[in-house]
């Protein structure tokens, strides 16, 4: 606006025959691009403004542009209808006090100029095409600036609105989890004594079991001591904090030796196929935990052999776990609503996987790969696996 106004006084000096106060004028336009270039500065700082800092703003500009009429007739000035425009900014802009206080000042500046002005010197056989040009102008302007300003105020509407969305479901599946994890923290609580009960009695059969069924009773001793170890790690990794730091071909090799143990039928493969080395990372418990939920799956959907890749991804680490099965879409499923689940589980380890990965900062993506099967991938920022 400041570079039309410069532009049309060169015009009516040079091509109309306009005497101009070109020093009062000159002035306002620069003390208005001072203006500007401090809200530029402003504008950089993480603060966002608020409503005071724009309408003063806006009635700095209202000030500069009743000052210029001043000098340039006053209401006869074909321009005088920009004063309606930092009253449209203040309207889109601003809470309804602020935007009829700029309203009303916008009509004192108008009546202000209306009896105190300085006319202009205008030839007399140019007088009418001036005014004329100048509404012209003055409209064209207009346009010009409110159909900018409207279009930049929808599209970051647009923008706000996704950002909303985005929210509401990220939300809607945080109290999803929640409401997962409540329910599991309560079994876990009273599966404590019923285990606890399990092992007495286990305890007490082994004193009078004969060769014959000591095998028997031997394994399910086993097995619920080996509940009862996943029931502390369950309640321990709750206040876990980062592990000891590892390299991430490390990691993998470690993770995939662990998950043989839980699937000794099951044929896995660890291997970095990165060009690079690998980084050092601080694994929380709730990733390998993630990362096992995901090989369970993947040995679910293929009894045959599954690979866990790793590799840098710009700058974050990518885990990839391929399997031979049916493909994604069951999983996509599994992942979206808790309970879905294509096999005889409860439907809720890919669910909580991709929530807990999602929480950490990363993000899966299942795609199927050229010879089939499915191929998940993990996704994780390394600023925050190294910390």
């Given at each position: 606006?400041?570079?039309?106004?410069?532009?049309?006084?060169?015009?009516?000096?040079?091509?109309?025959g306009v005497q101009l106060p070109w020093l009062a004028m000159s002035a306002?336009?620069?003390?208005?691009?001072?203006?500007?270039?401090?809200?530029?500065?402003?504008?950089?700082?993480?603060?966002?403004?608020?409503?005071?800092?724009?309408?003063?703003?806006?009635?700095?500009?209202?000030?500069?542009?009743?000052?210029?009429?001043?000098?340039?007739?006053?209401?006869?000035?074909?321009?005088?209808?920009?004063?309606?425009?930092?009253?449209?900014?203040?309207?889109?802009?601003?809470?309804?006090?602020?935007?009829?206080?700029?309203?009303?000042?916008?009509?004192?500046?108008?009546?202000?100029?209306?009896?105190?002005?300085?006319?202009?010197?205008?030839?007399?056989?140019?007088?009418?095409?001036?005014?004329?040009?100048?509404?012209?102008?003055?409209?064209?302007?207009?346009?010009?600036?409110?159909?900018?300003?409207?279009?930049?105020?929808?599209?970051?509407?647009?923008?706000?609105?996704?950002?909303?969305?985005?929210?509401?479901?990220?939300?809607?599946?945080?109290?999803?989890?929640?409401?997962?994890?409540?329910?599991?923290?309560g079994a876990a609580h009273e599966l404590g004594t019923p285990l606890n009960?399990?092992?007495?009695?286990?305890?007490?059969?082994?004193?009078?079991?004969?060769?014959?069924?000591?095998?028997?009773?031997?394994?399910?001793?086993?097995?619920?001591?080996?509940?009862?170890?996943?029931?502390?790690?369950?309640?321990?990794?709750?206040?876990?904090?980062?592990?000891?730091?590892?390299?991430?071909?490390?990691?993998?090799?470690?993770?995939?030796?662990?998950?043989?143990?839980?699937?000794?039928?099951?044929?896995?493969?660890?291997?970095?196929?990165?060009?690079?080395?690998?980084?050092?990372?601080?694994?929380?418990?709730?990733?390998?935990?993630?990362?096992?939920?995901?090989?369970?799956?993947?040995?679910?959907?293929?009894?045959?052999?599954?690979?866990?890749?790793?590799?840098?991804?710009?700058?974050?680490?990518?885990?990839?776990?391929?399997?031979?099965?049916?493909?994604?879409?069951?999983?996509?499923?599994?992942?979206?609503?808790?309970?879905?689940?294509?096999?005889?589980?409860?439907?809720?380890?890919?669910?909580?996987?991709?929530?807990?990965?999602?929480?950490?900062?990363?993000?899966?993506?299942?795609?199927?790969?050229?010879?089939?099967?499915?191929?998940?991938?993990?996704?994780?920022?390394?600023?925050?696996?190294?910390?």
């Amino acid at each position: 606006m400041l570079a039309g106004l410069l532009l049309l006084m060169l015009w009516s000096e040079f091509y109309i025959g306009v005497q101009l106060p070109w020093l009062a004028m000159s002035a306002t336009l620069l003390l208005l691009a001072v203006l500007n270039a401090f809200t530029a500065v402003r504008l950089r700082q993480p603060a966002a403004p608020r409503p005071p800092e724009i309408l003063m703003h806006l009635l700095t500009d209202l000030a500069g542009l009743t000052v210029l009429l001043l000098h340039t007739g006053g209401w006869a000035n074909p321009f005088v209808s920009l004063l309606l425009l930092p009253v449209v900014m203040a309207s889109l802009l601003l809470p309804a006090a602020m935007a009829w206080f700029a309203g009303a000042l916008s009509i004192g500046a108008y009546s202000l100029v209306a009896y105190v002005n300085v006319p202009l010197n205008i030839p007399p056989e140019k007088a009418f095409y001036l005014h004329v040009s100048g509404m012209w102008f003055n409209f064209a302007a207009s346009v010009v600036v409110v159909v900018f300003m409207v279009l930049k105020l929808r599209t970051q509407l647009a923008v706000r609105e996704r950002e909303l969305a985005a929210f509401r479901e990220d939300n809607l599946r945080n109290e999803q989890v929640v409401a997962v994890a409540l329910t599991a923290a309560g079994a876990a609580h009273e599966l404590g004594t019923p285990l606890n009960t399990l092992a007495v009695l286990n305890e007490s059969l082994l004193a009078d079991a004969d060769d014959k069924n000591r095998e028997d009773l031997e394994l399910m001793r086993s097995q619920i001591e080996r509940c009862r170890n996943l029931l502390h790690d369950l309640s321990r990794s709750a206040q876990a904090a980062a592990g000891e730091s590892v390299s991430a071909d490390r990691y993998l090799s470690r993770l995939a030796e662990e998950w043989r143990l839980l699937r000794p039928a099951v044929e896995v493969e660890a291997a970095w196929t990165d060009a690079q080395a690998a980084p050092p990372i601080h694994p929380s418990a709730s990733l390998a935990q993630s990362l096992i939920n995901l090989l369970n799956n993947a040995a679910d959907a293929a009894p045959g052999l599954v690979r866990l890749q790793g590799k840098l991804a710009g700058d974050g680490l990518q885990i990839d776990i391929l399997d031979s099965g049916p493909g994604p879409a069951p999983a996509l499923r599994a992942m979206a609503e808790p309970g879905r689940s294509s096999k005889d589980g409860l439907g809720l380890g890919l669910f909580l996987s991709n929530a807990s990965i999602e929480n950490l900062g990363g993000q899966v993506t299942l795609s199927e790969r050229e010879n089939g099967g499915t191929c998940v991938s993990v996704w994780l920022p390394l600023q925050g696996l190294q910390k």
